[in-house]
């Protein structure tokens, strides 16, 4: 996932709804029983309490935010209740769950193999992991994984197929087990130079766009080009000086 670095804004401003909401979506049934933290982990132990804000970090440059923010409050938990991480982030920041979509059979080895080094990470830190870490299979051989429930977050979104990226999987997950407000950072996809990763931005930005209109609040740094917060608000408008 791309990249770009620091100082907070909002976007995505919509006040929470104040109408009943439906109680929480239980945690998926097949997740094993956590472990505790292992040696060599940034796994933090879940929250007795469903959360209601979560910060998901991807491995883009605007995570840099996060880290600056983290350490003026002195706790990556100041920012959110639950800190959730992408992929390689699960080796570098302390979190509460992770989110690898890749399979962790095929297309991970095949990637480290291929000297990939977020790849070779991933299968680093796994064993250590005591879980939960979402994924698309569920393999006995590491314990920490949890098989992302596909069907019921789907049914959460409508039915709409549209999980283009890890990121998005945790955004539809958020949703699905009732989060009230997402900060995300490092989930820039493009740069003002570099667009590599339009489609995964466009799917990303969608479900975000789902989210507020449910009633959800969006905060992003800067620096991301999330929702183009990295440029002044008086050019976000096509065709007004």
């Not at 909002?10 to 006040?15: D, L, P, S, T």
């Not at 292992?38 to 933090?44: K, N, P, T, V």
């Not at 130079?193 to 789902?210: D, K, N, P, Q, Y």
């Not at 609040?217 to 002044?232: A, E, G, H, I, K």
């Amino acid at each position: 996932m791309p990249e770009t670095p620091p100082e907070p804004a909002e976007a995505g401003r919509q006040e929470p709804s104040t109408a009943t909401e439906p109680p929480c979506s239980p945690e998926p049934t097949n997740a094993p029983p956590l472990r505790p933290p292992l040696a060599g982990s940034l796994a933090l132990p879940l929250p007795k309490t469903p959360p209601q804000h979560v910060a998901i970090l991807g491995m883009g440059g605007s995570v840099a935010e996060f880290v600056h923010q983290a350490n003026s409050l002195g706790s990556v938990t100041a920012i959110a209740d639950e800190i959730w991480v992408i992929n390689a982030v699960a080796a570098v920041i302390h979190h509460h769950r992770a989110f690898v979509m890749d399979d962790l059979k095929e297309t991970i080895p095949r990637e480290a193999r291929e000297g990939r080094k977020v790849a070779a990470q991933i299968l680093n830190w796994l064993p250590n992991h005591p879980g939960p870490v979402y994924t698309g299979t569920a393999y006995p051989e590491w314990p920490a994984l949890v098989e992302y429930p596909l069907r019921d977050v789907l049914q959460s979104l409508g039915g709409f197929p549209y999980l283009n990226t890890s990121v998005a999987h945790a955004v539809a997950f958020a949703m699905h087990i009732g989060v009230k407000q997402l900060s995300m950072y490092g989930c820039d996809f493009t740069y003002p130079t570099l667009h590599i990763a339009e489609s995964g931005r466009g799917c990303v930005e969608f479900l975000l766009g789902v989210f507020t209109d449910k009633g959800g609040l969006v905060t992003l740094p800067q620096t991301t080009t999330l929702f183009d917060s990295n440029v002044r608000e008086d050019q976000r408008i096509y065709g007004y000086p």
